[in-house]
T-cell receptor, first 111, second 116 residues
Framework: TQLLEQSPQFLSIQEGENLTVYCNSS?????LQWYRQEPGEGPVLLVT?????EVKKLKRLTFQFGDARKDSSLHITAAQPGDTGLYLC???????????FGTGTRLKVLA | AAGVIQSPRHLIKEKRETATLKCYPI?????VYWYQQGPGQDPQFLIS???????DKGSIPDRFSAQQFSDYHSELNMSSLELGDSALYFC???????????????FGPGTRLTVL
């Protein structure tokens, strides 16, 4: 059973557009990470959120952790071709040492 | 800053051969995770170690085994390789923080295993 559902699964947009990726679960997570992965490379950490309602900004990326710590969103403003990649959310539930990965969102930004 | 190191980066094996993948965690990280990622799929958790003891087990085949050594590096041993084992294998490391709370995972660059 996939505990973390990401949407959309695929997204192709024009440079300069805005987009939001969602990561939803019925489970409560003690922390949640967002990663970006390029083909053949390891996932690169973008952000960690731990507090319900937390909002973090990383340049044009805005991350939000839901109040109940069951969901998260990633908003990209004025997307650029360099943003192209696989975006993964991953969460860890309290009392475990295992990360659960989301289903992934494949983003392609066209110049 | 030091990152997770994996070796080799690429490996080609024949069916039924064995392979050993190595992972060197970030200094002072005491937890290591192994993941398998097939083409177009998200990483699937295989196994993890905390302080040299297995802490969790995922979808790791019985043909695979792993261990964490006293210097915290880890090795994933794969025997009787099958075509379906061809994948990217990632290692990640983290530290257990205050009150036993686990910290963020950081991933290595991966080992691409091709089984012919």
């Amino acid at each position: 059973t996939q505990l973390l559902e990401q949407s959309p699964q695929f997204l192709s947009i024009q440079e300069g557009e805005n987009l939001t990726v969602y990561c939803n679960s019925s489970s409560v997570f003690s922390s949640l990470q967002w990663y970006r992965q390029e083909p053949g490379e390891g996932p690169v950490l973008l952000v960690t959120v731990v507090t319900g309602g937390e909002v973090k900004k990383l340049k044009r990326l805005t991350f939000q952790f839901g109040d109940a710590r069951k969901d998260s969103s990633l908003h990209i403003t004025a997307a650029q071709p360099g943003d192209t990649g696989l975006y993964l959310c991953a969460g860890i539930t309290s009392g475990t040492y295992k990360y659960i990965f989301g289903t992934g969102t494949r983003l392609k930004v066209l110049a | 800053a030091a990152g997770v190191i994996q070796s080799p980066r690429h490996l080609i094996k024949e069916k039924r051969e064995t392979a050993t993948l190595k992972c060197y965690p970030i200094p002072r990280h005491d937890t290591v995770y192994w993941y398998q990622q097939g083409p177009g799929q998200d990483p699937q958790f295989l196994i993890s170690f905390y302080e040299k003891m297995q802490s969790d087990k995922g979808s790791i085949p019985d043909r695979f085994s792993a261990q964490q050594f006293s210097d915290y590096h880890s090795e994933l041993n794969m025997s009787s390789l099958e075509l379906g084992d061809s994948a990217l294998y990632f290692c990640a490391s983290s530290a257990v923080g205050l009150a036993g709370a686990i910290d963020t995972q950081y991933f290595g660059p991966g080992t691409r295993l091709t089984v012919l």
